[in-house]
């Protein structure tokens, strides 16, 4: 494919990422890490987060299936993961720990269950749409372009 | 307490002087994610930073490598040993400035963490400028542990 084609591609999906606020600032934040020192910082840390949230997120589904539902335990697993979402710019995801907090206080079944649904359905938004930018960003450095940044 | 004015003048002379290449930072975090980004913030900063994901194991290697490190930068909610606790044993018992870092932004929390004798309380996500004040936390820890003759206060 055309390198400028690719170059705008990417240009394109990174801003909608921001503009449907999927991503906030400190992805920014992220991209501008990455150096000759750290050439595959962001694709790292992405990643870690995808295994990592993926698990949590596994985990929260089968704690609220318990008869017995332990909020404190959920709380601290929302907790963890609102933290590592925060840090790589994951907004969305970000936002909906910070609600599903909210409901684990309150010890709301019907919330908690809610914000799992918004939760799967955003990691899974979020996954796919980072696994899509990295492709495009994977196929300018094999064409020997550069990754376009937004300022 | 140093007036702020002086404060802004060690601060000035910490940044030139000792800034910040060569001081050693413990990182402690049992989230992988936050612990992989503040390590290459600080690594950028000029740092050299260990990372470490969990309390108990972080208390370990404090024990055993007395003088190994220059600052502790942990997080507050952890599983095993939790930042107070860490606060509590190496603040105290090893003499090393501990600053917080959290997502947790309650007022409770972050009081709690400055009466137990938190140097700072970051909260998270972490801005790479805020890091880099760190360096000064190490500087006034030494000053205020060192210089202090007893001979000088007044009863």
Redesign the interface.
């Known amino acids: 494919m055309d390198l400028s084609l690719l170059q705008r591609t990417y240009s394109d999906l990174l801003s909608s990422l921001f503009t449907e606020g999927i991503l906030n600032q400190?992805f920014t934040?992220?991209q501008q890490?990455q150096d000759e020192?750290?050439p595959g910082?962001v694709y790292?840390?992405v990643s870690?987060?995808f295994d990592?949230?993926g698990r949590l997120i596994n985990e929260l589904g089968s704690n609220l299936n318990q008869q017995v539902v332990d909020y404190k335990k959920i709380d601290?697993h929302v907790?963890?993961l609102?933290?590592?979402s925060?840090?790589?710019?994951a907004q969305r995801i970000r936002n909906v720990c910070q609600g599903f907090r909210d409901y684990c206080e309150a010890n709301d079944p019907q919330g908690c269950f809610s914000c799992m649904q918004q939760l799967n359905q955003e990691f899974l938004t979020f996954k796919s749409k980072l696994e899509t930018l990295f492709k495009v960003e994977q196929q300018i450095v094999a064409s020997g372009g550069s990754v376009p940044m937004i300022q | 307490m140093a007036a702020a004015a002086e404060l802004g003048n060690v601060a000035d002379l910490a940044l030139e002087e000792a800034f910040p290449a060569g001081i050693r930072v413990l990182v402690i975090d049992?989230?992988?994610?936050?612990l992989?980004?503040?390590c290459?913030?600080l690594?950028?900063c000029g740092y050299e930073a260990t990372q470490c994901s969990s309390g108990k194991e972080a208390l370990e290697m404090l024990t055993q490598n007395e003088g190994e490190f220059d600052i502790v930068l942990t997080?507050v909610?952890m599983?095993d040993v939790d930042g107070f606790e860490l606060l509590e044993k190496v603040g105290l018992g090893m003499d090393l400035p501990v600053v917080m870092l959290?997502?947790?932004s309650s007022r409770e929390t972050v009081v709690k963490g400055i009466n137990h004798g938190a140097c700072d309380y970051l909260i998270?996500?972490v801005?790479?400028e805020e890091l880099k004040k760190i360096a000064v936390h190490v500087l006034t820890w030494r000053n205020a542990n060192s210089s202090i003759d007893p001979e000088l206060i007044e009863d």
């Open positions: 400190q934040e992220l890490l020192n750290n910082f790292e840390v870690l987060f990592d949230a601290a907790h963890q609102k933290g590592s925060a840090s790589i710019g | 049992d989230d992988r994610v936050s992989k980004v503040v290459i913030m690594k950028k997080d909610h599983p959290s997502e947790d998270k996500p801005q790479i």
